[in-house]
């Protein structure tokens, strides 16, 4: 039967990665204050490396119309494409913060999140670098957003 393996890497804490990695988790983490998100409390916040280096952010964004509401992911790709347009995302790190418990494991981002994120590497065929984690607890790094859409639908098919 045919298999599909995921690899990632798994770090106890945020303190085991490169300096890098920690500056763009603590960049994300810092960015969960300006998380708007009166109806379910639930906090995520994404900081995303640019090939250049720049460092943007971005935050979960809910509107009263609740299906109106906006993915820290697609925020964070829109605020890049701003600040430097044409410019590949190659890490992002995404963090969350629930209003009931503390998060001890790193939240995946939803179906939609990963499309567009997979989007963004096919695209600028760059791949990028995830690093997720929760509020406390081990951090997860993926070396491709693709890797965590499998079977994922691609626009080669239109
Ligand atoms: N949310 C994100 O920002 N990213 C995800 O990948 C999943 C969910 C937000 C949407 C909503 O504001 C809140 O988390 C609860 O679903």
């Known amino acids: 039967m045919p298999t599909h393996t995921i690899q990632y890497e798994e770090y106890a804490s945020p303190e085991a990665m490169s300096a890098a990695d920690q500056q763009l988790l603590a960049a994300a983490t810092a960015s969960l204050a300006h ?15 640019l090939e ?9 964004t809910e509107n009263a119309a609740y299906p ?7 925020a964070t790709l829109a605020a890049a494409a701003s600040q430097r347009p044409g410019m590949p995302v190659v890490a992002m790190a995404i963090t969350v913060k629930s209003p009931s418990m503390e ?19 096919t695209r600028f065929r760059t791949p990028m670098r995830l690093i997720l984690r929760g509020e406390s ?11 965590l ?3 994922g639908f691609s626009g080669e098919l239109l």
């Open 35 to 49: 998380s708007y998100s009166p109806y379910s409390n639930f906090k995520v916040a994404a900081a995303a490396r």
């Open 52 to 60: 250049d280096g720049t460092v943007v952010t971005g935050w979960n």
């Open 68 to 74: 109106m509401c906006i993915c820290a992911e697609p």
């Open 103 to 121: 998060l001890r494991e790193p939240a995946s981002p939803c179906g939609s999140c990963r499309q567009q994120l997979r989007e963004h590497e």
């Open 137 to 147: 607890g081990p951090v997860y790094v993926f070396s491709s957003a693709g890797d």
């Open 149 to 151: 859409l499998p079977f």
